[in-house]
């Protein structure tokens, strides 16, 4: 199972045109009914945007 910002889809499709934020869940289930779930944070950036901040810390977060 797949959801995209708390919406369950078949597959990953994100609007790249517009910045944001997104949260994709992958859900797997198998015959023992074993779940086990990750998430991933995508951050749709405007690349003509001007960045401001100092932040340096590290992050396991993916930029489109």
Not at 27 to 51: F, H
């Amino acid at each position: 199972k797949i959801s995209v910002d708390g919406v369950e889809v078949r597959e990953v499709q994100i609007d790249t045109s517009q910045a944001g934020e997104h949260s994709v869940q992958y859900t797997a289930t198998d015959q023992a009914g074993n779940t086990a779930s990750a998430t991933r944070i995508v951050k749709v950036v405007d690349p003509n945007a001007t960045i401001t901040s100092s932040n340096t810390s590290s992050s396991t977060e993916e930029t489109i």
